[in-house]
């Protein structure tokens, strides 16, 4: 029987050689069939291309036989796969049917096949068969001298049509190597909607050729070029991905309005009158690019003419560079209140009959939809845009929840009801620095909401969203990745995949992987820990980043002030992430501790409360030579000092007070140092 | 009595409160005076520019603040410097006299004087205030709570005028980033003269906006377009460090041909005429990218018109975007063969009297002169175009020496006698993979040669190449820095300056500050020790590179052949460098016990000996998982059972036979595995 069992979404095989739960592929397929036996790689192996693709396969193959012998050293003899038909009896045959386009609602399915003789992938468009390559690349294995591919059987295809990142570049600028370098790693995980947040009120990240005060005077000298912008967008279709263009309006419209303050709606002052042209000064005050974080009371005046000229020439001059359909105009957090404190704006609502400023917004983002119509881009926005008349083209994204003090989900349960298409970050902001577990069982259609067909089709699917106040090119990818692969699963797989330790085991070789895309997550953490140990040995200070994790839901920045824009981003805090290894760890070992006695157990976690207690004096060694070890020592003491008297009690070798040791548990909840808190606390005062 | 001694060069001061010899600078200053105290810094530290410099000093003072924030975690407050004498009070004051001009020639002069209340630059140009400010940098002292600078005078000017790095981005293409970070790392330790060989006959890497068939057909699309060109001109400005860019003709000349075959020298096989236009099909052989290393036939016909119309429209579009005043047109390494084999060619060699190829090859040059002389630059190329014909306006690069059967610098002298100014690159080819101690001992100015000042002064000092045979964006850094520092200093500081051990210890804290600058030669060997690893602990492998050495003088690919362009280089070669860090530390450790046999001194030549024994049994559990280890086991059983046969010597537990032990010591001399050596076997068989 060659077909031993047909397996879905997860479990293993009895008797083959391989099992389903040993593959760590993500996102997970849609089918999978295992079978017994293998394919062995050598230097011989072969890409051939056959069918209607589109170009880009060429290249998505050499790039796929360039990873494989990097990771093989098999010194491949293919070099460039640049022609159809080229090896016809090559190992792995590619077939697709036609070339897919970039964007919604496009053939990503594939099939893929590997037998003991070599591999085919049938794909409808060449999208697919890139997406089957990087199933292939996920299923390689290894024994002592060679790689080899399990026999296998997929049929995949995705359960959303957008899988999203967005990256903030305005608040800190990102370069271009940067927002490649994380194409390709959402190419890895099947992703196809790169969102591009280009202006903030911290700046504006786009050459302008007609309008060159936008980065004269509002980008600090970074931003893209108009070139790097179409090379960026071309990188992205070559691996099926679709960029949106973000510029926020009427809010966060700082730097728009430090370069053209004449369309900003506040009042000013009329003592201002000292200068000679009264006229003219009188009626523009200033504004300067914003160096804090946080909402600001900047907004563009929906009243005044000139806004919609401007607005209508920069849309003339940004959408030509992006290729896909949509265009994110933000809307979200507008104060509006120079719009309260404006006559001129309170009489135009009253002339045009507007209640409220919903309805001016209203007024407003309406204007914009034929100016991005005529470029054939169909309006997005943050879900405040979503009131009353608001047009049923728009896009909305939703992003509020249990934070801003609504139910997580819920302008996208409305949207989709209310006849608009939708996608969701609530639940995908990857900012917040909470555990990978909470993103990835945030599904965007939620068990306990009825909804029909029409409205469930509404549902496009969700982004993960990078807002960038506390992260430089140094550290960004550390906070995208590998967390994003684990939404990137929620929005390809079946809605039934939620293994938390499948998800978590998978995890760690995908982001392992990840690095031969040159996704810096893990390198870069030992340059941030040399420059804290001022080149001295990091050991210590990564085994206690280990068990550290930065403060949650911006309680890092919590005034916004704190971090400014320039603001050092090379700190413990900075290498701490989200699901920090030992904690993780520590809280699987104190369970089956607390479960059973047994002297394996103990081991186990007295284990730990050794470690570190060794941590603090070497960091206490270290800090001798390091000023940037002294804000931690506060937090390794406390640990190490709870650690103490946790041996104590557990290794029964002395009496101990109970209010003295609970005392001391409660300090490693301290909030207070180095903005970084300790993830084992809770799993201590379990020992308690 | 304030100033307690007067230090030239090096040394240190009794009862000082820092010794010149703590000093990490590199390139060390001209003339250094310490003095007894500290200026402290803390957040409120600002910077203020006064004087008449160019604006790029701005940049340059917002990037030294990050830089210094980055490390100190002070929160510094200034945020951007962006205009003259903003915080007259500020504790660093820079005064530039006028703008510098990017070039050579140019005042990069500084004085620094560091007191308890502040910091002052005072520089003819701002070129000499921006270097100031890298030594401000490297001058950073802690304790183990504060940042500080130690009271010092600086006064400080290069001794040559060009201190050059040459990236060859035809072999394997750097992208931007590579160059950009690279460009950051040579303004750290002063050089000025980025040298880009950007054609070579694996690859043409201009756009052409005229002859778009050159990237089309001859750069596999990886390729600067002159947009990023001129930004990396301008970014290379910005740091005072001029870019000359190289063509490489009438030889190496593959990519040219695969473009524009018309103009090869190659002749036809007349059985080719089996196209219908016999005449100009017959005329034309076909040439394609070359995907091996080496030195190739394929070489430009100087007899045809048509060469000459070409290569003047290329200087028309490629002159314009560069704006330093030298432009590099290779013409090493060219065979003539093709020009032998060629009647017409030697047809015309006869009628304009043309004696050999030599003479032949400096008609060819010669025609590019006033080529260049039309776009205001000047000629410079590698030595063999130093012929008798040849114009004295040619600037000489001489490059050749023992590897190639000639004197160390034997042209550099010829050429300065010979009234050329002249670059010396003999003994700085960093990708030969020897002792940075070779490069840093090899002076452009040899003692023993009689100059003239005048002869002197044309040479205008040296540059270290690196060709890409064997590095990718991946590796490139590693094999570029530290060790170009080195020559950086060779080419800055007095000739005095010699002392290895004072080279090596400084060149530690260089390394580990070059990460600050997005250097990867310490992040990426982590990288790829984790692809080797297969994601296991990479501790074993990184120790065991610290005793093994890359193949030297292109030993690793003798036949040009076993690693093609796209071959993998992924490897454990990639990792290793020269001068490991143990082998260096074993021979002190050798030398020192064989002078005395003390405990102690036996300790740590044993230490190493178990160290080495521990990394087999390791590598083997490893390579049980990964099978990039096993080309390594050879290499490691060979370390391992010389060691264990020395340790029975050493510890006198055991008679050892001398001839078995010989034997062992004598295999890890081997350079057949993995393409490295081990560099531990001349302190080995010291221990026989």
Redesign the interface.
Known sequence: MKYILILLFSGFVANAQIKTTSLDLMPWPQKIEMKSGTFTLDKNFKVNIKGQPDARIF?AATHF??RL???????LEQ??VTKENEFPTASLQINCAKAGKTGLYEDESYQLEIQSTGITINATSDLGAIHALETVLQLLQ??????YFPMVSITDFPRFTWRGLMIDAARHFQ???VIKRNLDAMAAVKMNVFHWHLVDDQGWRIEMKKHPRFTELAS??DYY?Q?EIK?IVKYADQRGIMVIPEIDVPGHATAILTAYPEIGSKVVNSNANFLENKTQTSTIAPYSLE?NSGIFTPTIDPSNPRTYELLSEIFDEVCPLFSGKYFHIGGDENEGKDWDANPKIQAFMKKNKLANNHELQTYFTMQLIPMLKKHQKELMGWEEIMTKNMSKEAVIHSWRGPNEGLLSGQSLVIAAKSGYKTVLSNGYYIDLMQSVADHYLNDPIAKNIALTSEERARILGGEAVMWSELVTPLTIDSRIWPRTAAIAERLWSDAAITDLSSLRKRL??IS?RL??LGI?H???K??IL??IS??QKTEALEDFSKICEPLKIYTRNSEGT?Y?????L??FADVCTPDAEDAVAFEVAVNQYLENKSPENQNRVTDFLKKWIEINSKLIAL??????I??ILPLSKNISEASQQLLLKIEKKQAVNTAILSDLIEQCNSKKYADVELAVYSSLIKLL
Do not use: C, I, M
């Open positions: 290249q036989l360039r012998d990097g990771r093989t050293g098999l010194f070099g460039f290894n024994n002592a001298s060679s790689f370069p271009v190597d600090d000298g070029t070139e090379d160096r760690k070789t392992f690095e031969e810096t893990l390198k870069n030992d340059v040399r420059n001022n080149n704190e400014k824009v320039y603001s050092p090379t700190l800090s001798s030579n390091a000023p940037l002294q804000p």
